[in-house]
């Protein structure tokens, strides 16, 4: 499959615990342009007392990937957006530009601990749908508090829900495969994500993935997952 949005990836160099350097940046871009992705959104982490990137560095740094991104392939893009942890005062990060949004729209990509009790994951996403964002749960199927009871509440505040590429595979166990297949046949996933951090460890790879969703699932809703619903997201909702 060609032209795969992989919206959740740390590819940006010496941002957080993803690529360590630019040549490394690199070869997860050709990676990722092997594995038929055509369109990445960085997504640096952003958590107190741990990941504090400042906007602007990252936006340099985002500014060096898409220049690698050309040099790749000219149908090869980059947009920035960042996995933001949640805490009390996130809306108030996100507005100060401190948290960046996805790709110069209102989604959110927020991440919770996974350990995180279901009424404060419900109480975040609650606050920033009122303040006008969209949140999506960044893997939701690491969320130990969030069961299949609780996926139609989130939806219906607002949320929406991305699932790792390797989780589907069972990459990170038979529990998390499992709770990924229940969201597929419940059709609860909006996107997948790579969330690739280096060349070397867990890489931008989805080739398999979408194979995967192709057999259980056909053709048509993995192309929904993988390229349409990321499209409407993040790139026709910002040109509307």
Not at 105 to 110: F, M, N
Not at 115 to 125: G, M, N, P, V
């Amino acid at each position: 499959m060609i032209g795969i949005i992989d919206m959740h990836c740390h590819i940006l160099p010496d941002a957080d615990d993803g690529a360590r350097t630019i040549e490394e940046s690199k070869k997860m871009l050709e990676t990722a342009y092997e594995e038929g992705i055509r369109t990445i959104i960085a997504t640096p982490h952003y958590r107190r007392d741990m990941f504090e990137c400042s906007a602007a560095k990252i936006r340099e740094k985002y500014e060096e990937v898409k220049v690698l991104a050309k040099e790749i392939g000219n149908d090869m893009e980059i947009l920035l957006g960042c996995e933001c942890h949640a805490e009390v005062e996130l809306v108030e990060k996100i507005d100060r530009g401190e948290c960046l949004a996805m790709a110069e729209t209102k989604y959110v990509l927020v991440e919770f601990s996974g350990a995180a009790e279901f009424a404060y994951i419900r109480e975040q996403i609650y606050e920033l749908s009122c303040n006008g964002y969209k949140p999506i749960i960044a893997h939701v199927e690491r969320c130990k508090r969030i069961k299949e009871k609780h996926i139609a509440e989130l939806i219906s505040l607002g949320a929406k829900m991305q699932v790792n590429a390797g989780s589907i595979l069972g990459d990170e166990g038979f529990k998390n495969k499992k709770f990924c297949r229940m969201m597929m046949k419940k059709d609860f996933i909006s996107v997948v994500g790579t969330d690739a951090h280096r060349s070397d460890r867990r890489e931008p790879k989805i080739r398999r993935c979408a194979d995967y969703i192709i057999k259980k699932m056909g053709s048509e809703y993995a192309h929904r997952v993988l390229i349409e619903n990321p499209k409407k997201m993040f790139i026709q909702s910002k040109k509307g």
